[in-house]
């Protein structure tokens, strides 16, 4: 048997080698493409429980590789979270943010604005889709769903907009009210992607590629429980990304990165 002071001994160990890689440079030169999302797992605090936020960044480098950026605890998802956050990944080289990928959260908004003044934002469509379906019935989900995915199968931001008209009235004949409000004042800032090569849309249009890390983290995370503290959790999470990230998952190509650099290089000449 192992004494439990041998094992914080250990941990302690473990969680130098952690936060060096957390805290790494990040050396992939300019990441055009940012996705971001909230984990919450359950902690003790003082003896009462309660959820903490993890706050996780993965981007796609200049030459079309995955990385995973980083990952800090923020108590919530607020802004003050957010801009210590992406301040953070900043000060150790995340540069040439085009657009960032992410739920809809007021504090992130207003964090990639301030700290990311050039960047896009980009809602996640999937994410976008659940908020819909809150307020429409079961019964008629899957036919408002085909509605909505046929939005963002259009050709252009020019004929998703028009499709996306086409829905909100459609809704309305179908006595849904609230869903087709959510569409109305939602759809612009879920079709950012647009601005982008089409090559890329289906990459940048969704938080998938995140939302797969969190699956595996949340697999790891539930054997645990609830963490003795904040930190804990951390770095359980950075344990199962510094991981992934060794494997293929961040050794296969995700994108070919000519598009984009074609598509500034055209904007910079109209410009």
């Known amino acids: 048997k192992v004494s439990p002071a041998t094992i914080s001994e250990l941990n302690k160990k473990a969680y130098v080698h952690i936060e060096d ?8 030169g300019r990441y055009p493409y940012v996705y971001v999302d909230g984990i919450y797992l359950r902690r003790n605090w003082g003896g009462e429980y309660e959820n903490v936020a993890v706050l996780v960044a993965i981007a796609v480098n200049e030459d079309g590789f995955r990385e995973v950026l980083g990952a800090a605890e923020g108590m919530k998802e607020d802004k003050a979270s957010w801009v210590s956050f992406f301040q953070w ?18 504090g992130m908004l207003e964090a ?41 199968a259009q050709e252009s931001k020019k004929a998703s907009r028009e499709k996306a008209k086409a829905v909100v009235a459609e ?24 601005d982008f090569p089409s090559e890329h849309w289906t990459r940048i249009r969704t ?8 699956r595996e983290i949340r697999r790891r995370t539930r054997v645990v429980g609830t963490f003795p503290d904040g930190n804990s959790a951390l770095m359980l999470v950075c344990t199962r990304l510094r991981h992934v990230a060794v494997t293929q998952w ?9 598009h984009l650099e074609a598509a500034l290089d055209d904007a910079s000449i109209a410009g």
Not at 207 to 214: A, K, M, P, T
Request: charged residues 30%; glycine residues 8%.
């Open 250 to 258: 961040g050794n296969k190509k995700y994108m070919n990165m000519k």
């Open 112 to 152: 990639v604005g301030e700290v990311f003044p050039d960047a896009k934002y980009q809602r996640c469509t999937v994410h976008f889709y659940r908020n819909v379906f809150s307020v429409v019935p079961k019964s008629k989900v899957k036919i408002v769903a085909k509605m909505l995915k046929a939005i963002h």
């Open 207 to 214: 938080n998938n590629v995140i939302e797969r890390l969190n």
């Open 89 to 106: 990944l900043r000060g150790r080289g995340l540069d040439g943010v085009k657009l960032i990928v992410g739920d809809k959260c007021m």
């Open 21 to 28: 890689w957390r805290n790494r440079p990040l050396q992939g």
């Open 171 to 194: 809704l309305r004949a179908m006595k849904l009210k609230e869903a087709a409000k959510k569409v109305e004042d939602g759809i612009e800032e879920t079709l950012t992607y647009c």
